[in-house]
């Protein structure tokens, strides 16, 4: 039986495990104090070509997207984001939950584009009740986004300077960056996300980590407070250290890109064969997401030998489903894969 | 200068005048606890054909959707709502604010119908992640709606029935209740509301009294520690029994239909006016609300005479403009008015 | 039977009731935008001594504090406030509702002081785990207390100064305002208030209206988007003009303070007259509350003839009550229950 | 060096790290669902000797407060517990976060008592006002408490019985449970919390574990909906199995038992030496925190060879500190420690 259903199936990087097992017995303080959270800190500083970034540890996306967003808006502001976009959906009202609304722009194969959210804001403050309203608060983008599409370099100077001209901070869910990062023909680096955004986090969990998301922070000052509210949030780990020494490892040696660029090495040969054998894509996707048309038949028959993702059902006999690669996928995998295709 | 702006710019109905001066030397206990609240409250019961209901009175709108809502949800649960619904659009995120995410669902003409509600709820539970998921946790409806349309008894009942079916609470917003029960060509009475709702307002702000919203559990158990989440949500009145002679006096002698049908005679007297004076209407609206579609140049000579409600543009060169009458509107008026036109 | 429950068993003062006759036809524009507010604002204004302050009206107390303490603090920050604080005891939860911790200090009959609001933030900021901790956010006082107490002006200044060392907006819960204003021995005029809180509010339910509260920020840069959390607290009248009228009639000719001073007038005739009867006063107060030790039988006995406030069980055989008179209290009432005693 | 600053100060016990390198690369699916959390759960069921309980497991303890409480209580309850218990002072306000109150009973080194919970209950509902006030919703306590002390069987008895009483849900904070389960003298086994109890966790981060918290709610009814919750308060893990795997460690052999009870005897050790060199002991604990006081310049010179926690200064001489042992604290460390006492 194979499995590509999702690219958080299996533990972490052999390296980061060594790690663990090597320091295991030593003793640190606790909560991101210590010496491993300190260099890996440095690490990622230095990997986006920000030098006063401020960094901080979380465990998992939701918890971090909760906090940030917490952290960023007033009790009147929400979070503007694609109405696909995990906060929307997927986080079980986490956003809300701290009080703060989730404001929904239509999404273009899970992306939002500059001129829609300078057109809301255009409309929200030219609306002659907009004092009755949720102001805008923040950008909430997603890269790549849930639907495997990344943003491009113009894309995201376009989105940010509309945020910068309604002095809205942005911020970009990473849970996936490698995986944006690497992506086939993406144009989109490190150091541009942090120029370009005000926050943003490195996925860990679903690109070699056992877990972890490292929140980089490029405007200082919007930190301020933000270790109690991780507090407040129940996202500030006892054991900190176990953070800091898993992404001290992703960020030696370019073990981050690299394992993100074997996981679209995977991906894309997959996608190769998915098209050489037929089968239509339901999006065109450059990352470690590949969005594939079934037949119902053909689904069920597959899915006696291989695991993926239920997606949506296009139509009563044909379904769209999920094949993702990760870090960690093997080549024999995918070879079998595409053996049974 | 001709005001049609809103329905809330005068006072209250002279009889709740006479009546705050009358009994103002006297002492009552606060909060509602008072022989007025208590003879208010029987003559809801009786016009509702409830006896078992609760009745609660707030003071506003917003605090009193907050509070509902607040009272029905879990944490994890939503509240279903039009996307042009007052709780999506304009209450400043009263609902996220205590937690709850509004779940919006396309609207017509202000209005959701029964299979609407029904496909996302099927649709939520047939998703293999709806544990990740905001809950549908109640339906909520306003009559009329924002845009001065009002539900038929058939669709009221068809709603109804789908939310029992998914045991979600139906929960009616009446800020304008009155309006809608005396609508042109209305078949919706107040028994049938309180028969097929689970919990709705009786709104007192808009029709006839200074302030005061009139809250109708029909399932008195849904009413558990209500009063308590009134207090903390702010939404309860020291001196209750300013409420508790506004509604008595509007529920004696048919008094809140009698004058809900003056406000809808004065629209329906504008309506053909404007019908008759070749103007388009936006909306084919049976309230006292009247959406008029104006070239824009006739709109800028019209204001400089009457005042009315700006509601959206229609293109570059006409707009949608808002006629509201009320219980207060004089009929010199709305012919002073129909002369202007 | 005499009633001396409470400062909130009657109606209005007879020219507030005057003037909502006299303006009940006028068309107003809503939610504060209209001319009787503007005029209540510069009357209070100019009360202060304070023209740049920034001036809200609300409807009631616990509404006003939580909207307030919610403007004004940060996510996880506290409200300093004595234990015995309206905040900290009888708003159900209100505070918390809004996600923020009432701090509480130890009070002395009602009031805290500036030494102990020094040592726990001293303490507070030289604590290892301070970061683990809600933050003090803000300080928070009654003026009357809720023991009938009052500050002076040195005590204020005092606590004032320690405020401002610590950098925490200084609250002034103003509920009963006028009764503090105008208490026996009162050293604290409005303009001191004015200086030395950075908000506070002025009760009207308590002192002459049906209803409202006015806030006065009096450093305007502190109400910045107020008016937005003011609709989302529910706390935003429609017919905003009802607060805007009251308050102008109470700010016109010296009302406030005079009626606030008739009530005093009246509880200091009440005082001496138990003091002369021989009855324990079991609070020396300066207010319209009087708090009296009575024995049991005498309490069960008086109270067939009066009521008034269950304060608390002293011990087995006597419990304190409470008197309140306010700005309604006729001398002959007062006489009656002397007569009684 | 010498470190005996807390309890999670190294990474995890051998066979959890054995086993998560073993399993590394094995595909699960996330979220809690895979095979060693079920083994996990069954295995905890077992000890519990509760074979309905449902158990969940969360990353790190505030968040688990926070979840259970939210899940617990309605908008208006609020959480009972001593005032120097965690979630009153050390978790940056997040039981206010999520809009409740905690209601503080004074503690006694640590402890609450069933006497003072049926007294504060009593007294609130005879209070006129109870409506006005956050309403008890659950009886908090952490055992061993944050002062190193335990509730004997007796005692756990006598609150379980009360918070019957009044229908209060019983919660456990269990941080350090087995340190608790293994103290000297104990009495109170996991069979007792399980029936004693409404819901408790078994602290994996300081018992061995990486991370992770057992949560076991021994009435299956109050768990529903509870993993969305998690999921909303950013407390579920994408990948679930490494607390699966880890608990399921824990919980093979006895050895969360085995390891409590050397963490107890290393803390015995300490203890018996601090007493034969004189030392006063501040608490007399049973568990592995000792609490001894050190005169200001023997603090002074020992925090040069020996790390420790600080608890309070005692006068202007002395200072109370902790020493904390551990599941893996050496017994070389402790005669090490031992010998610059």
Chains 1, 2, 3, 4 share one sequence.
């Not at 495990?17 to 017995?25: A, G, I, P, V, Y």
């Not at 144009?187 to 986090?201: G, P, Q, T």
């Not at 993100?260 to 065109?284: E, Q, T």
């Not at 037949?295 to 139509?315: C, H, I």
Request: overall charge negative; proline content about 3%; hydrophobic content about 45%.
């Amino acid at each position: 039986m194979q499995h590509f259903d999702s690219d958080y199936m299996e533990g972490a990087h052999p390296a980061i495990l060594e790690k663990l097992m090597e320091t295991n017995e030593e003793k640190t303080p606790g909560y991101g104090t210590d010496a491993y959270c300190a260099r890996a800190r440095a690490l990622i500083r230095e990997a986006c070509g920000c030098p006063e970034a401020e960094v901080f540890f979380l465990v998992g996306g939701t918890q971090t997207n909760a906090t940030i967003i917490d952290a960023l808006l007033r009790s009147t502001q929400g979070a503007l984001a694609a109405d696909t976009g995990h906060i929307a959906t997927h986080e079980a009202g986490a956003i809300e939950a701290s009080g703060h609304k989730v404001i929904t722009i239509p999404h273009t194969l899970g992306k939002i584009d500059a001129e829609a959210i300078d057109s809301l804001c255009t409309t929200f403050y030219a609306d002659a009740n907009y004092e009755h309203m949720v102001e805008p608060g923040l950008v909430y983008i997603s890269h790549p986004t849930e639907y495997g599409t990344i943003y491009s370099l113009s894309e995201l100077k376009a989105i940010s300077d509309v945020a910068r001209k309604f002095k809205l901070p942005l911020f970009m869910d990473g849970a996936r960056l490698g995986y944006g990062l690497a992506a086939e023909g993406a144009d989109l680096a490190l150091a541009d996300i942090a120029r370009l955004c005000d926050v943003f986090y490195i996925g860990g969990t679903k690109v070699g980590a056992l877990f972890g998301e490292a929140v980089v922070f490029t405007k200082p000052e919007l930190a301020k407070g933000f270790f109690t509210l991780m507090k407040q949030h129940g996202a500030l780990l006892a054991k900190g250290r176990l953070l800091g020494i898993q992404f001290e490892t992703l960020f030696t040696e370019n073990r981050y890109l690299d394992i993100s660029r074997h996981a679209i090495d995977m991906a894309m040969k997959l996608k190769a064969a998915l098209i050489d054998a037929g089968y239509a894509l339901h999006i065109d996707s450059p990352t470690n997401q590949q969005f594939v048309v079934l037949d119902n038949a053909r689904m069920d028959d597959l899915s006696k030998q291989v695991s993926f993702g239920f997606w949506e059902a296009l139509d009563a006999d044909r379904t769209v489903v999920r094949f993702a690669t990760s870090w960690a996928t093997r080549e024999e995998d995918v070879d079998a894969l595409i053996e049974l295709l």
